[in-house]
């Protein structure tokens, strides 16, 4: 069972979540990765939210570009964790997005890092460190992480 919901506006944005894909696989964290748009088909995303977590997630990771409102959306239906990733899809290469994603109202929180693929990385990253607190093996894993990366 996935515990972690990945979702993108659109299938273009899959090349910037694919870092987050790949952190995941590494951490053998199951994820589902779904393609909802909050201005296209809104009500989508309110049933994907709100049926979050009776699939078993325990965290979602949103991507959105331009006025990026899907992370804040997912966040007003749901009562998991979101993590919010701006991505540079628009004229204003990101910026947009995570002024857009880092400015939810009070009530509303949606974790944000940084645009792009490296931004996505780290979602996976903060994503493990989250379900690590609960889950040994992926602490484990995300201590071994940090070894090799000092090494290198």
């Known amino acids: 069972m996935a515990m972690v919901g990945v979702v993108i506006g659109s299938k273009t944005d899959e090349q910037y979540i694919q870092p987050a894909l790949e952190i995941l696989k590494e951490f053998k964290i199951d994820y589902e990765l779904s393609i909802v748009s909050a201005h296209r088909k809104p009500e989508k995303v309110r049933q994907y939210a709100i049926e979050a977590k009776s699939k078993g997630f325990h965290i979602i990771i949103a991507a959105a570009g331009s006025a990026a409102h899907l992370p804040g959306v997912i966040a007003s239906w749901t009562t998991l964790p979101v993590i919010g990733v701006p991505l540079p899809t628009s004229e204003l290469k990101g910026v947009d ?56």
Do not use: T
């Not at 880092?102 to 931004?119: E, L």
């Open 97 to 152: 997005s995570l002024y857009s994603i880092v400015q939810m109202p009070g009530g509303v929180p949606v974790a944000c890092v940084g645009i792009g693929s490296s931004g996505a990385k780290n979602a996976a990253l903060l994503a493990a460190q989250i379900l690590g607190i609960k889950y040994d093996h992926i602490h484990k894993s995300f201590e071994e992480y940090k070894r090799k990366l000092a090494e290198s």
